[in-house]
């Protein structure tokens, strides 16, 4: 596509709105919002207060717990709040960090095809010079 573009002289006007429509474009995906995936945007405060909430909440099913009640009952009542809350506190710990290895972690294939793309892009309009060295610092 590079090479394509480079030979074309736009004459009329609808060649001129076709090749400014193909820079827009490509201009749109390079600003492309990307998915924006930050680590760590649940406040501490956030968690105490869950913890907290926890801990209340099973503080108060201990309190109603009935003697005359069996101890299955029991156990099966603040067993399923217990479950509900530590399966609500896990889900909100893995939304916190989303990039991890296991199973329904977010991988960096959206980047990695990026970079196939950049490094196609790159071999036909003859290669650039990246603006930082491998480890991040710029060049003089």
Not at 47 to 54: R, T
Not at 86 to 111: E, K, Q, V
Request: proline fraction near 4%; charge should be negative.
């Amino acid at each position: 596509m590079f090479r394509t573009i480079r030979t074309v002289e736009p004459k009329l006007a609808s060649e001129q709105t076709a090749y400014d429509k193909w820079f827009d474009e490509r201009s749109a995906r390079k600003d492309a919002d990307r998915t924006h995936g930050a680590e760590g945007v649940i406040p501490v405060q956030l968690w105490i207060v869950l913890f907290l909430s926890a801990a209340i909440m099973f503080g108060f099913m201990l309190l109603f717990a009935d003697s005359a009640e069996r101890a299955f009952v029991q156990a099966t009542m603040i067993g399923g709040v217990a479950v509900v809350l530590s399966s609500s506190l896990l889900l909100l710990w893995f939304l916190d960090n989303p990039y991890h290895g296991d199973i329904g972690g977010l991988r960096p294939t959206a980047m990695e095809r990026t970079l196939t793309v950049l490094q196609e892009d790159a071999r036909v309009t003859g290669g650039v010079s990246p603006p930082c060295d491998s480890v991040g610092n710029a060049r003089g």
